[in-house]
């Protein structure tokens, strides 16, 4: 309700009428969908401003959108080189170390 008494001076008499004409389900949906907007649009809106504030404190020759694409990229591409992915040849070298470290290991 809170969503309703923001925007409309008098919601009740709005909703009787939904109610009334039997299109309350969708007034409901409506309400619910420009406030999701709403909200993805204010997020956006943050977000692109923490961009912002990010390029001023760079201290780069590039322009806002050079410099934003080419830190995405950066970004993008060190996550895909942070994998957790072991060569054949580490499991070998992991194994003969594990190996080694149980030759020296007595249970008694």
């Given at each position: 309700?809170?969503?309703?008494?923001?925007?409309?001076?008098?919601p009740?008499?709005?909703?009787?009428?939904?109610?009334?004409?039997?299109?309350?389900?969708?007034?409901?949906e409506?309400?619910?969908?420009?406030?999701?907007?709403?909200?993805?649009?204010?997020?956006?809106?943050?977000n692109?401003?923490?961009?912002?504030?990010?390029?001023l404190?760079?201290?780069?020759?590039?322009?806002?959108?050079?410099?934003?694409?080419?830190?995405?990229?950066?970004?993008?591409?060190q996550?895909?080189?942070?994998?957790?992915?072991?060569?054949?040849?580490q499991?070998?070298?992991?194994k003969q170390?594990?190996?080694?470290?149980?030759?020296?290991?007595?249970p008694?």
């Amino acid at each position: 309700m809170d969503l309703l008494f923001n925007r409309y001076a008098s919601p009740m008499e709005l909703v009787s009428l939904y109610i009334e004409n039997g299109r309350f389900g969708e007034f409901v949906e409506n309400v619910i969908r420009m406030d999701n907007e709403r909200k993805k649009k204010e997020a956006e809106k943050e977000n692109e401003q923490k961009w912002w504030d990010m390029y001023l404190q760079s201290a780069t020759e590039l322009s806002f959108v050079d410099w934003k694409k080419e830190t995405i990229n950066k970004n993008n591409q060190q996550a895909e080189s942070n994998t957790l992915e072991m060569t054949d040849q580490q499991v070998e070298d992991a194994k003969q170390k594990a190996r080694g470290i149980l030759k020296g290991f007595s249970p008694n």
